[in-house]
């Protein structure tokens, strides 16, 4: 415990650079956050994945079942879903490929989706666009996807899982973008108040070339780095929006 208090932030105060250097004296732990130290236990555990796996699998195999009317054999799909889901690209998963790739259909595909984001494993974020299909694009909470691919393998897939989570916990209205054609788009669209602000969430060499024909006047560059510059602001700022 470091007993530290530090003040909170808005989406605004971030792209406006109003934030301290107290805010910047941690960003050294951001990796292991993300990695999933963010667990009481596993502040003990050099290799705390294999318990995490077993909380996953208590909570599919046990917790699930009980509030929710499904057959037995629901329980391995939910498993073989989320495995899916933990294998794969970010981009174009979502209730139509589950269903595809998984052969099941595209109803059972709804139904465990929706368990798994009750029970805080997936988080589903719906599209803003025009012309486009209404279904969501399917991250998952932190550490999750680390029980099916290395941090090399799925660090940008991460940062999203980060970005998202950190607003839906906030309660931030937030849509990722899509157009009708796959064309490449920033990532998410945020709206707080009479505001709306284009995010693109990425690594260190993430540039603007993607707001390229966006409209919304506030756009952002949300970079895995530790210090900000007029072009982009250190993801981990994130972690103290209010």
């Not at 932030?9 to 963010?38: C, V």
């Not at 929710?68 to 690209?89: P, Q, V, Y």
């Not at 399917?138 to 691919?149: A, H």
């Not at 991460?158 to 157009?179: C, N, P, Q, S, V």
Request: hydrophobic residues 40%; aromatic residues 12%; positive net charge.
């Amino acid at each position: 415990m470091k007993d530290v208090e530090i003040s909170a932030l808005t989406i605004k105060d971030i792209m406006d650079g109003r934030w301290t250097s107290d805010h910047m004296r941690f960003s050294h732990l951001f990796d292991d956050y993300l990695r999933g130290r963010l667990f009481p236990f596993s502040l003990e555990e050099p290799d705390f994945l294999p318990i995490l796996q077993n909380i996953c699998s208590k909570v599919i195999r046990k917790d699930i079942p009980m509030v929710s009317n499904l057959r037995f054999d629901d329980i391995e799909k939910i498993e073989k879903t989320l495995a899916f889901i933990g294998n794969s690209e970010v981009d174009g998963i979502n209730f139509s490929s589950i269903s595809r790739n998984l052969g099941i259909t595209k109803y059972k595909a709804e139904l465990f989706v929706k368990l798994l984001t009750q029970a805080f494993i997936l988080n589903p974020i719906y599209p803003k666009g025009t012309n486009v299909l209404k279904e969501p694009k399917v991250l998952m909470f932190l550490p999750f996807r680390l029980l099916y691919k290395d941090w090399d393998q799925c660090i940008g897939a991460i940062r999203e899982d980060f970005f998202a989570e950190m607003l839906t916990m906030k309660g931030y209205k937030f849509h990722y973008l899509k157009t009708k054609r796959g064309a490449k788009t920033p990532d998410f669209l945020v709206e707080y108040g009479n505001e709306r602000v284009v995010i693109e969430v990425g690594g260190k060499g993430k540039g603007r070339e993607q707001f390229k024909g966006i409209k919304v006047e506030r756009k952002l560059i949300l970079s895995h780095v530790s210090e900000g510059d007029s072009d982009k602001k250190p993801l981990s700022l994130l972690g103290f929006i209010k």
